[in-house]
């Protein structure tokens, strides 16, 4: 079956970095489109960064400029590098996969199919 297991988050404080990584397996990793979401404390979901199989990106507006979203198809990883991390970026990450052949065109958020676990990353201020 699908699964996807994310890393990497912890507790930083304002202005650091982390780096997430999500590693999946029983897809064909290759061909999927993949996201990073995020669960802010009393808020709802949303799509943070999104990578499509050939490479295209997109992020939240929030995030432009310090976020980075990568994929080594080698490893069936996907990576979210998170620098200059606010306190408003305290939240529960997850990854998830967008569909076989998915890019990352209109709002491609609403399209996970398989979801991994939260890695949670607090920041503090």
């Known amino acids: 079956q699908v699964q996807l297991v994310a890393s990497g988050g912890g507790l930083v404080q304002a202005g650091e970095s982390l780096k997430l990584s999500c590693t999946a397996s029983?897809?064909?990793?290759?061909?999927?489109?993949l996201g990073w979401f995020r669960q802010r404390p009393g808020k709802q979901r949303e799509g943070v960064s999104c990578?499509?199989?050939?490479?295209?990106?997109d992020y939240e507006e929030s995030v432009k400029g310090r976020f980075t979203i990568s994929r080594d198809n080698a490893k069936n990883t996907v990576y979210l590098e998170m620098k200059s991390l606010q306190f408003e970026d305290t939240a529960m990450y997850s990854c998830?996969?967008?569909?076989?052949?998915?890019?990352?065109?209109?709002?491609?958020?609403?399209?996970?199919?398989?979801w991994g676990q939260g890695t949670p990353v607090t920041v503090s201020s």
């Open positions: 029983g897809l064909m990793f290759q061909r999927y489109g």
């Open positions: 998830a996969s967008l569909g076989i052949y998915s890019d990352c065109s209109g709002d491609w958020s609403r399209r996970p199919t398989y």
């Open positions: 990578i499509s199989p050939s490479g295209g990106t």
